[in-house]
């Protein structure tokens, strides 16, 4: 038999079953365009990755969707606004060796065990890291290569800067791949005679440092027992003391060089008359970070309010004798590097920075001085609603988490590494954020939890999500977005057996 329209026979099927067909066809159609040379897969044959073959288990849980992602490597695209960022801040330490091309591919061991990550730590879990299998995974920050570069020895400082992966929440300030950049330097204690003569060697090195007439803000002692301990079994106070002044100098260099350059960027746009009297000031803040004793934030006055930069500290001795360098001592820091390129160009959505829309990659030029993101378009928010009650368990209901702090201040570029619960949770809403993701990619611009409800009597948990979705390229016409919608719908139902309400 001859069908002259094939989708006669669809619509002759029940409306469900009609759902799961198109869907099926829309899925590999998706698929198909999400392919490329980087990255293949095949449930026979394992994962390729870059030319390597990856054997997957039951910890395999890359989707397509971050796979399609993978190898675009936009803080060494030429022009690209993460890029130019990353050059700035490499700049301002000319004499470090600057690694860029690192895989993004680790092992278990390189990601947390290197570490000292405990083992029952949720950043181990497949709601929070993509594995490619229960040995390896996409990076989930810089700090997987830390004990490696320090053993290779090759240079006193150093800067990793890379595309890390991890899932996370779904809004415009975070995405599940985004970059890091950390920065390393170290001293060796066996080129001193003393702990007094390596500390006066550091010293040394601070004064050659450039000059600033920053307004800084410092209140705290270099070290506190309680709140911000020196490691007394590895560090006198004077080797922290000099690693500490000279790391808070550097710092500061650095911070002047890029927002120099954005209130140059807003004055070329005609926005810098606000703010323009008040003199740059910065203030370093006492804190925990887990591979750096004692530890600061350093944050900046700008433009009247207090911006979250960077994070810091004197590098936790043990991570270095891990690396059998245990002669050295230094200091590291870790930067969020969508956080300074959005500050530094105006851009308002993280989505942008992974645009191949010409409209926005043809604004930025490295050989040419900073200049503000002009939006070329601004499509209308289309807000759905999805509610649905869970279905019964005993384990924990993880909802309204506040997003990982992808862009935020972290030395090293590392996670905390002490666990938080142990109890394995009966829905996570990371799991959620990743339906939504694979379902409608860029074309949400957030969700967010707007209601939660236990029954009393039945103990049943209902929550409601809202989606908003915006694409950055067109606007989404209710068709669009309505058929968007029931996908998410309709998985959720698939893979966690809710019942919509």
């Known amino acids: 038999m001859i069908l002259r329209n094939p989708n006669a026979l669809i619509w002759a099927l029940s409306a469900g079953l009609r759902w799961h067909v198109r869907r099926s066809t829309r899925l590999t159609l998706r698929l198909s365009r999400q392919s490329s040379t980087a990255t293949t897969s095949n449930a026979d044959h394992g994962l390729t990755i870059d030319g390597n073959t990856y054997a997957t288990d039951s910890w395999t849980n890359v989707p397509p969707s971050i796979l399609a992602q993978y190898g675009r490597r936009l803080h060494i695209q030429p022009n690209h606004p993460i890029s130019i960022t990353r050059k700035l801040i490499e700049s301002r330490f000319p004499a470090f060796q600057n690694r860029n091309e690192l895989p993004a591919v680790v092992t278990v061991d390189q990601n947390f065990d290197s570490l000292g990550f405990t083992q029952d730590h949720p950043g181990r879990s497949r709601t929070d890291t993509y594995y490619i299998n229960k040995d390896t995974l996409l990076r989930t920050h810089t700090s997987a290569h830390e004990v490696d570069v320090f053993r290779d020895n090759a240079s006193d400082g150093y800067t990793i800067s890379a595309d890390v992966y991890r899932r996370d929440a779904v809004d415009r300030s975070h995405y599940p791949v985004f970059h890091q ?79 120099a350059a954005a209130d140059k960027a807003l004055a070329a746009s005609g926005q810098g008359a606000q703010g323009e009297q008040e003199p740059l000031k910065v203030r370093w803040v006492e804190a925990f970070f887990p591979h750096t004793s004692p530890s600061w934030e350093l944050e900046v006055w700008w433009r009247g309010d207090w911006l979250e930069v960077l994070g810091c500290g004197v590098i936790d001795q043990p991570l270095l004798n891990r690396a059998g360098v245990s002669s050295r001592v230094g200091w590291a820091f870790g930067i969020g590097l969508e956080r300074i390129a959005m500050l530094l160009f105006g851009i308002p959505d993280i989505r942008l920075f992974w645009s191949k829309d010409q409209r926005f990659l043809s604004q930025f030029d490295e050989s040419q001085p900073i200049r503000r993101f002009q939006p070329f378009s601004k499509y209308p928010a289309a807000p759905r609603d999805v509610a649905f009650w869970l279905p019964k368990s005993d384990g924990p209901v ?43 990619g860029d074309a949400v611009e957030d969700v967010s939890l707007i209601d939660s409800f236990k029954h009393p009597k039945t103990g049943r948990q209902s929550l409601c999500y809202r989606v908003t979705y915006r694409s950055l390229e067109k606007t989404l016409t209710t068709e669009e977005a309505n058929e968007l919608h029931e996908q998410i719908r309709q998985e959720l139902v698939l893979k966690f057996g809710v019942e919509l309400r």
Do not use: C
């Not at 106070?237 to 000099?242: C, D, F, G, N, T």
């Open 181 to 259: 950049m950390e920065g390393a330097l170290t001293w060796d204690r066996n080129a001193s005679s003393s702990s007094e003569d390596l500390a006066e060697t550091i010293m040394s090195s601070l004064k050659k440092l450039p000059k600033h007439d920053l307004v800084v803000e410092d209140p705290n002692p270099p070290f506190h027992e309680e709140r911000n301990p020196l490691q007394t079994k590895y560090h006198t106070p004077e080797e922290a003391k000099a690693v500490a002044a000279h790391l808070k100098r550097s710092l500061e260099d650095m911070v002047v060089t890029i927002f």
């Open 398 to 440: 993880v909802v309204d988490t506040p997003a990982s702090k992808t862009s935020a201040p972290s030395a090293a570029g590392g996670q905390v590494t002490e666990p938080m619960s142990s109890e394995t949770p009966s829905f996570h809403e990371n799991d959620l954020m990743e339906v939504v993701r694979n379902a409608a």
